[in-house]
């Protein structure tokens, strides 16, 4: 018996996503003077809305003669593109310090949004719990 919903999946990979823009954001800021570094990108968005616009329906199956069906929560993985196509200093480094540092503050957001959703589902089900 599972007692957390699916939704728990997305909101634990919405995380696991914002803290991989973190980390990669945060390398690009640290790597700022550092000579042809190439700033990098967490491409998540491309692979979710691919995923939207392509709702394959699926479902884990006992038998080859079961009807494909599924509410199950698909597994979004993911990439870290690098930046090869600019420069923006002599030295062969890419890294724009107000975009990166732009997106540290749009992603911290997102990380916060998400982190309190979580508290509410975790309210709701202690709310269950404890019957009142």
Do not use: C
Request: cysteine-free.
């Amino acid at each position: 018996m599972n007692i957390f919903p699916q939704s728990f999946q997305s909101l634990e990979q919405a995380l696991s996503t914002a803290s991989l823009k973190q980390r990669v954001h945060s390398a690009n800021i640290a790597n700022v003077d550092t000579a042809n570094y190439k700033s990098k990108q967490v491409s998540f968005q491309t692979v979710l809305n691919t995923a939207m616009n392509n709702p394959g329906i699926s479902s884990f199956k006992t038998s080859a003669e079961h009807l494909s069906f599924s509410s199950e929560t698909k597994q979004f993985n993911p990439t870290i593109k690098t930046n090869n196509s600019t420069q923006y200093n002599p030295n062969g480094n890419n890294v724009d310090m107000d975009y990166e540092m732009a997106e540290l503050a749009k992603n911290q957001l997102w990380y916060n949004a998400v982190t309190e959703r979580v508290n509410g589902k975790f309210n709701s089900l202690r709310t269950v719990i404890d019957g009142r």
